[in-house]
């Protein structure tokens, strides 16, 4: 019962969120159509790369236009539904919390689901049509169809909680906003580059520590081998990393000095 | 008199900036840690990929210098502060009116602001940048032209950089929500700037269409290896200089019609 009003809560949150994004159409139009052209820009890039060199390690232009369709339409998820979740750092730091605090729901929920990103709708567009793209060029059988929805739904999984203990730094680092937004670069970063690049130590550290590699190219290495333990493995990285991510909010919570600004929500 | 006087509220703006930085050292620290790591990845994947194509060279560039160039994009970027949120707030939450009526100009206070903890930065940074890259990957081939370059660089893209930002905050006095625009930009400016395929490598059609962008401008420092010479660098800083020029002409039109926005309300 618990849930199920969490979750109608959650849907309203959302509703409500997406309601005013598209009040403005025109804006609206603009910054999603927007956001897609510069992504196709960034697939240019990568294709004149591939002109120079050919392929990486076994991966070519075409894997590109998958990983960067995965990334995109991860991205696109987490930042339509809960534009929120890049905002802790700054809110703990301005003393904006209190407004999350006494409401009675639960705090971490109402900061990532009280705004939603408009130009991220162009990212999850985008990534919709790369994937659409790659599969039509792969000719993928249709357990390799199967996989992908829950590949997605595990790695949004670990994209919310690798932001979520990336913003949680401030309550241990004050005024670390820019350190933030530093961690979330060096996740993002990686994993826009070809897969096959990391090996050894390098691989290990961009699967598990700096989990990049698990919303890029793992996936596209699931969809492309079907791969039973690296399936599992993501699961497991997946629940771990929101688990752990979840957790060090709620620690930190607990050092949380309110602000005296008053604000209502 | 007035001159001295303005010097000296000016330069308390950058000394409070740099105080703020060191407030919290652990905070810096990291971010120095961070770009470490970050630049030891660059170069891990550029020696790979320039290894497994069996290419030493594309257009006498080597996997040493694409990773010395990405090393120096990322310098300006961590040397640059976020003074879009920062403006962007006080424009949207009301609280610029606070600061209209106080003895100093809001963009040269916020611009003192962005740019006041570079020059600590910039130390930091460079430091950490030219000790891993000569441990782990190798020291280029520098010309005289090449160093000479890259102070004048490094300073101009800083200023640019910063006033670009500025332009797209205030952009928030016209609509609602700016955020869209700066992802948008930013996004736009990776592209366009070498973050993460240096330009150098790709073809020239590429840079020249890059180099019309005043969102790759503030970035040249990572192109120091296509200066050959004095017209090259001249060319460079030219760019930079006129495009600072531009956008310093259109945040003075913003900013003089966006405060003719703000309403003032009482209590």
């Known amino acids: 019962m618990r849930i199920k009003k969490q979750i109608l809560w959650l849907y309203e949150l959302m509703n409500f969120n997406l309601k005013s994004v598209f009040e403005y159409k025109s804006a609206f139009l603009m910054q999603v159509i927007g956001m897609m052209i510069n992504n196709c820009a960034f697939i240019f890039v990568w294709y004149l790369f591939f002109q120079i060199f050919t392929s990486v390690n076994g991966w070519g232009f075409k894997e590109m236009i998958g990983i960067n369709g995965f990334v995109a339409l991860v991205y696109g998820i987490v930042f339509t539904m809960g534009n929120g979740i890049r905002k802790i750092s700054r809110n703990v730091t301005y003393g904006q919390l209190d407004k999350y605090l006494v409401i009675p729901k639960n705090p971490l929920l109402s900061i990532i689901f009280s705004d939603a990103h408009i130009s991220a709708i162009g990212d999850l567009f985008f990534g919709i049509i790369s994937l659409v793209i790659y599969y039509a060029m792969s000719n993928f059988n249709f357990m390799q169809i199967l996989v992908l929805p829950i590949l997605i739904v595990f790695a949004v999984m670990i994209f919310a909680g690798f932001i979520i203990f990336a913003q949680s730094v401030v309550f241990w680092i004050p005024n670390s906003d820019e350190l933030s937004d530093t961690l979330f670069e060096f996740m993002l970063g990686p994993s826009l580059y070809p897969n096959s690049t990391f090996t050894g130590i390098i691989r290990i550290f961009f699967s598990f520590f700096i989990p990049a590699l698990f919303i890029s190219g793992i996936p596209i290495n699931i969809i492309l081998n079907l791969d039973i333990i690296e399936i599992l493995t993501m699961v497991v990285v997946a629940i771990a990393w929101l688990f752990f991510a979840v957790k060090m909010f709620n620690w930190g919570l607990r050092r949380y000095e309110s602000g005296n600004l008053v604000g209502i929500r | ?267």
């Open chain 2, 1 to 267: 008199m007035n001159l001295k006087k303005k010097l000296k509220k000016y330069t308390e703006v950058i000394s409070i900036a740099q105080n703020e930085l060191f407030a919290s050292p652990s905070n810096y620290i990291a971010r120095l840690f961070i770009h470490a790591l970050r630049i030891s990845v660059f170069g891990i994947i550029y020696s790979f990929v320039f290894n497994e194509s069996g290419k030493t060279t594309i257009d006498g560039f080597t996997a040493v210098n694409a990773v010395w160039s990405l090393a120096l994009v990322q310098i300006i970027y961590q040397c640059s502060r976020n003074t879009f949120t920062q403006i962007k707030d006080e424009i949207l939450s009301g609280q610029i009116e606070t600061k209209l009526n106080k003895p100093y100009s809001f963009i040269v206070f916020s611009f003192l602001d962005a740019i006041g903890q570079a020059p600590a930065k910039f130390l930091g940074f460079a430091a950490v940048t030219i000790a891993v890259l000569i441990t782990f990957f190798g020291v280029p081939d520098f010309s005289i032209i090449q160093l000479v370059g890259f102070l004048p660089l490094f300073i101009l893209g800083l200023i640019l950089q910063t006033l670009n930002l500025q332009l797209i905050a205030l952009s928030a006095f016209w609509i609602e929500n700016p955020d869209p625009v700066f992802w948008i930009t930013s996004k736009l400016t990776w592209i366009v700037n070498g973050t993460f395929v240096p330009l150098a490598i790709l073809p020239i059609a590429f840079r020249t269409v890059s180099d019309s962008f005043p969102l790759s401008a503030p970035f040249f420092m990572g192109r120091i290896f296509e200066i050959n010479s004095i017209s090259d660098l001249g060319k460079f800083l030219l760019i930079q200089l006129v495009w600072i020029m531009i956008i310093m002409f259109f945040i003075r039109i913003a900013y003089r019609k966006g405060i003719t926005k703000v309403s003032i309300n009482g209590g």
